[in-house]
């Protein structure tokens, strides 16, 4: 049950190993060899069969994408090596080219994606390294890139002999264990950047943990893990443009990595279950612990929690609109539809121009069936999905789409893939799903989701997704694939209709969760009157393993002192989180132009921790005033106005999604319900034609 904070693990098919080693990415191609020791293979064009017969170890060249991924490109046997000896030592450097009838303007020149396995973590370090010196005497500089797995660097070239003159090239090598993966690109500035090889690099090192949580490879010698090559922060004063010269380079240390790939591979295949409770992630804490006490694990992601980026941007005396931008030229769908129906939202950097966002699951409506009100889907099997978006000036774009997805050797009986459907997962959800003239029951897809919410992991680029249907939060591999879900224990309490929002501290070690409206509990009358949301928080510093740290109090606005009908008309529309404490919350009522569209900060340091707390002298926590609460110990979390979007002229009565991008500034987006208005007594879907709208905002004083 929610309100004794228990959570179970459902499904957790694929828990991936401790620190996973997912990229945020890209990266070269010179004349260079790739990982600079161990690229000694011969042309892909020149083998027969090097195949490893040793079973032990997984054929690496399958984490590498083909061409079948890469469309508009082909791979160049004479420049890919390949290396597979019978001792698990194995490199593959893959080396594509666009195709000439390709349009220049669509990707780069040329991606180059490595992966190698050594004899040992000690000797993926030395290689590293190496690999490190000979970009740099070849014209590569380093760039500032997150620690991911054991060891990471990332590089950046203009011109010159590295990457040819006009043309740009970006890099991203790390190390896990025995394991390095590298995705680099290069070409014109104007269809060549960094963001490219993020995708590249992530599906690649979600391959990789896929791999090692069935088949853990020994590592007869480990590494130290946890060092990272960084450049120092550029001093605001002089950041006048991107194009500024890069500062010297500084190593630091994070103790957060494992110290062997074994290890956390062993620990995930032990963990990894099918509908199994973990009974440890039931402990809670006792009532009263305050919301800034520190997790209970004795692993720490750094002594110095990360902190939001400072803005460079000019300083504005009162919020500010810097771009309102629509998704004029959405992806096509199928039968005419749109790529749409955007909820949660969060900034890839601080640059105001690189989002995901998330669709929820897919186009539907409400039509009558035999007299009950039940949900129509035109497209049945549609997939919900994770959406970059890049913004540039005044148009806003489609980067890459990533289907969510079962982990491998698992197939979805309503796709026959490993796609999941926005389907409802079971009987008695809250609504059926329909064709849309009524006529046939689409039933249930047990892996079905609404996704409604959407949190970056900073430490691995994996997502933390809130759904509607359980309620409940998917932990989800930044190539889509599914590696948990927490569902409320028991699941007695009635909450119908209503999507979990979900955040998560910079550091990762906090994800935060809040229902969009209160409870039903006792009974519908009580949840729809009350103005008491919980707020629920995990303890994520192991991320395979997240365990209750609390439970506080959020209260909205009263309805009719902002110009709501009723209270149950005012939503929590999205969260971010700006530290373990401290969350932004879009607060919302349900009508299109109406007047309520705020961000809030609130901080939950002094908030009283109610885990536990299911009666309150006779009432419920839904049902209990004001008085009453605080007359029985309890404070709410702080709060404060930050934003009036409605001032700003943003009014949509879905507010689903808010982004923190720096210090002072935020962006948001609405779902837009793929165009959906409603469907008729025919079955015919009446439609809107309006896309999603995307705004960025800088706010005066920062928000952390």
């Given at each position: ?33 790739l990982?600079?020791?161990l ?22 060249r ?12 082909t791979l ?84 010159g ?5 006009g ?25 060549t ?7 590249y ?8 943990d ?33 194009t ?5 380079a ?16 062993q ?53 500010t ?6 998704l ?31 669709t ?9 069936v035999?007299?009950?009100a ?9 997939t ?54 009524g006529?046939q ?88 009157d ?137 962006a ?25 709208r ?11």
């Open positions: 049950m929610m309100e004794k904070a228990r959570l179970a693990p459902f499904r957790a098919r694929a828990a991936r190993p401790g620190q996973t080693m997912t990229v945020v990415a890209s990266r070269m191609l010179g004349a260079l060899g990982i600079a020791t690229l000694i293979g011969t042309p892909v064009a020149a083998q027969t069969n090097t195949q490893s017969t040793d079973p032990t170890f997984p054929d690496l399958s984490l590498v994408l083909g061409v079948n991924e890469l469309p508009g490109y160049d046997p004479a420049r890919s090596t390949l290396q597979d000896r019978n001792d698990g030592t194995v490199s593959y450097d893959a080396v594509f080219t666009r195709d000439s009838s390709t349009d220049a303007r669509s990707g780069p020149a040329e991606i180059r994606l490595a992966v190698a396995r050594t004899a040992s973590g000690v000797e993926s370090m030395r290689a590293l390294a190496a690999t490190r010196e000979a970009l740099a005497a070849a014209g590569w500089s380093l760039r500032p890139v997150p620690l991911l797995g054991d060891e990471s660097v990332g590089f950046e070239a203009q011109g002999t590295a990457v040819g003159a043309n740009v090239g970006y890099g991203y090598l790390f190390r896990f264990g025995r394991h390095l993966i590298a995705a680099f690109v290069a070409g014109a500035s104007g269809s950047s960094s963001d490219q090889t993020l995708g690099a992530v599906r690649m090192s979600a391959r990789l896929a791999s090692l949580a069935t088949r853990p490879v020994p590592d007869p010698q480990p590494a130290p893990a946890g060092t990272t090559l960084a450049l120092a922060s550029p001093d605001p004063s002089t950041a006048t443009s991107s500024a010269a890069p500062a010297t500084t190593s630091s240390t994070s103790a957060t990595a494992p110290t062997s790939q074994q290890t956390a591979a620990t995930a295949a032990q963990q990894a279950t099918t509908q199994q409770t973990n009974p440890q992630s039931s402990s809670a804490p006792q009532t009263g612990q305050q919301a800034n006490a520190q997790p209970t694990t004795t692993q720490q992601t750094s002594t110095q929690p990360p902190q939001v980026q400072a803005s460079a941007r000019q300083s504005v005396r009162v919020p609109v810097l771009s309102d931008v629509r004029d030229k959405a992806p096509d769908l199928e039968n005419g539809f749109k790529l749409g129906g955007f909820s949660g939202l969060v900034a890839v950097d601080s640059s105001g121009t690189s989002f995901v966002t998330l929820d699951r897919g186009p539907n409506g409400e039509i009558k035999n007299g009950q039940e949900a129509a889907f035109p497209l049945p099997k549609f919900p999905r994770l959406v970059r978006l890049k913004l540039d000036g005044d148009k806003l774009t489609v980067a890459e789409t990533i289907l969510l997805k079962l982990p491998e050797g698992f197939k979805d009986p309503i796709t026959k893939t490993r796609e999941i459907t926005g389907l409802p997962p079971f009987q008695g959800s809250g609504e059926d799903a329909y064709s849309p003239d006529k029951d689409l039933g249930i897809d047990p892996n079905g989701v609404d996704t409604e919410s959407l949190a970056l992991d900073s430490r691995d680029g994996s997502f933390w997704i809130g759904e509607e249907y359980g309620p409940s939060i998917l932990h989800v591999a930044s190539d889509g694939t599914i590696l948990m879900r927490l569902v409320p224990g028991g699941r007695v309490i009635d909450a119908p209709g209503e999507n979990v929002r979900s955040t998560i501290s910079p550091d990762g070690t906090r994800v935060f969760a809040m229902i969009q409206s209160p409870l039903l509990n006792p009974d519908k009358k009580s949840g729809e009350s103005r008491n949301l919980r707020i629920l928080v995990l303890d994520t510093t192991d991320a395979t393993s997240p365990k209750v740290a609390g439970m506080y109090l959020y209260q909205t606005e009263v309805a009719s002192d902002v110009g709501a009908k009723v209270q149950d008309n005012i939503k929590i529309g999205d969260i971010a989180a700006v530290s373990r404490t401290r969350i932004l919350v879009a607060e919302r009522d349900s009508e299109d132009g109406g007047t309520h569209k705020k961000v809030y900060t609130i901080d939950l340091a002094d908030a009283t921790d109610v885990t536990g707390r299911n009666d309150i002298n006779g009432k419920t926590v839904e049902q209990s005033s004001e008085s009453e609460l605080r007359a029985a110990g309890i404070n709410y979390v702080t709060k404060s106005m930050s934003v009036d979007l409605a001032k700003l002229g943003f009014r949509p009565d879905k507010f689903e999604g808010l982004a923190l991008v720096d210090s002072t500034t935020i948001v987006v609405n779902d837009n319900d793929f165009g959906v208005q409603s469907i008729d007594t025919h079955g015919k879907v009446v439609r809107t034609g309006s896309p999603p995307l705004v960025v905002i800088r706010v005066p004083d920062p928000l952390q």
